[in-house]
C-alpha cells in the first residue's frame, strides 16, 4: 500500500538556520505530494503542493521538489524564524483504492530559538 | 472566505456512549473528508463523503459512521465509545474530486474518553 516515510524528529535549529526534512514515499502510479503544518492547538494548514515529477512547490519561503526517480519530496527553507516552530507532515494522494485519502507521514517537529 | 468549521471543539464522554462531530465545509466545496489523529498514531483516514455518498473508508470499526447532507455538511458518528477513541478528529473539505485537489483542514473536535 501507499506510505510516507518522515525523518525521525525533533529538529531544533537556532533562527536564520537552513532546514531539511526529508520526505520518501512509496506509491503506485503517479501521487500528487503535499506540505502540512500544524501549529499547537490547530488543524492542518496547507504549506505547499506538487502534482506531477520535477514540479516545484514553494510558498512562505518554503520549497519542496517532486522526484520520481528518488521517491522524494523533501522540505526546505533557507532561514528559518521562530514562528516557524510547528509539526510538519508530508502527505500523498493516489487512485486506486487509496482514491480521496491523504496517506500522511509521523510528522516531524521543529523547534526554532532565537 | 470561511475555512472549514467544526464542533463542538472539545467533547468528553464515557465508555459506551455514543458522540457526533460535525463538519462545515468551505463554500463551495463537494466533498468532505474524516480523519483520526491519535497521540502516536499519526493521521489516520476514516471517511470521505462527495455528494452525499461515502465514496472511501478508512481500517476503522463499523461504529464509525457518518453522513453528509444535501449542503454539503457532515456528521461522524462513533458509537459505543472506547477509551482508545480519544483522539482529535479532523474534518477536511476540497473544491472537487481528484487526487491532485488539496483538502483544507479544520481545526478538529478533541474527544476524552472518561
Known amino acids: 500500500g501507499d506510505s510516507v516515510t518522515q525523518m525521525e524528529g525533533p529538529v531544533t535549529l537556532s533562527e536564520e538556520a537552513f532546514l531539511t526534512i526529508n520526505c520518501t514515499y512509496t506509491?503506485?502510479?503517479?501521487?500528487?505530494l503535499f506540505w502540512y503544518v500544524q501549529y499547537p492547538g490547530e488543524g492542518l494548514q496547507l504549506l505547499l503542493k506538487?502534482?506531477?515529477?520535477?514540479d516545484k512547490g514553494s510558498n512562505k519561503g518554503f520549497e519542496a521538489t517532486y522526484r520520481k526517480e528518488t521517491t522524494s519530496f523533501h522540505l526546505e527553507k533557507g532561514s528559518v524564524q521562530v514562528s516557524d516552530s510547528a509539526v510538519y507532515f508530508c502527505?500523498?494522494?493516489?487512485?486506486?483504492?487509496?482514491?480521496?485519502?491523504?496517506?500522511f507521514g509521523q510528522g516531524t517537529i521543529l523547534t526554532v530559538h532565537p | 472566505e470561511a475555512g472549514v468549521t467544526q464542533s463542538p471543539t472539545h467533547l468528553i464522554k464515557t465508555r459506551g456512549q455514543q458522540a457526533t462531530l460535525r463538519c462545515s465545509p468551505i463554500?463551495?466545496?463537494?466533498?468532505v473528508y474524516w480523519y483520526q489523529q491519535a497521540l502516536g498514531l499519526g493521521l489516520q483516514f476514516l471517511l470521505w463523503?462527495?455528494?452525499?455518498?461515502?465514496?472511501n473508508r478508512g481500517n476503522f470499526p463499523p461504529r464509525f459512521s457518518g453522513r453528509q447532507f444535501p449542503n454539503y455538511s457532515s456528521e461522524l458518528n462513533v458509537n459505543a465509545l472506547e477509551l482508545e477513541d480519544s483522539a482529535l478528529y479532523l474534518c477536511?473539505?476540497?473544491?472537487?474530486?481528484?487526487?491532485?485537489?488539496?483538502?483544507?483542514f479544520g481545526d478538529g473536535t478533541r474527544l476524552s474518553i472518561l
Open positions: 477536511a473539505s476540497s473544491l472537487q474530486t481528484g487526487w491532485n485537489q488539496p483538502q483544507h
Open positions: 463554500s463551495g466545496h463537494t466533498s
Open positions: 502527505a500523498l494522494s493516489a487512485g486506486g483504492t487509496s482514491y480521496g485519502k491523504l496517506t
Open positions: 506538487a502534482t506531477k515529477a520535477d
Open positions: 506509491a503506485t502510479g503517479y501521487p500528487s
Open positions: 463523503y462527495d455528494e452525499g455518498e461515502e465514496r
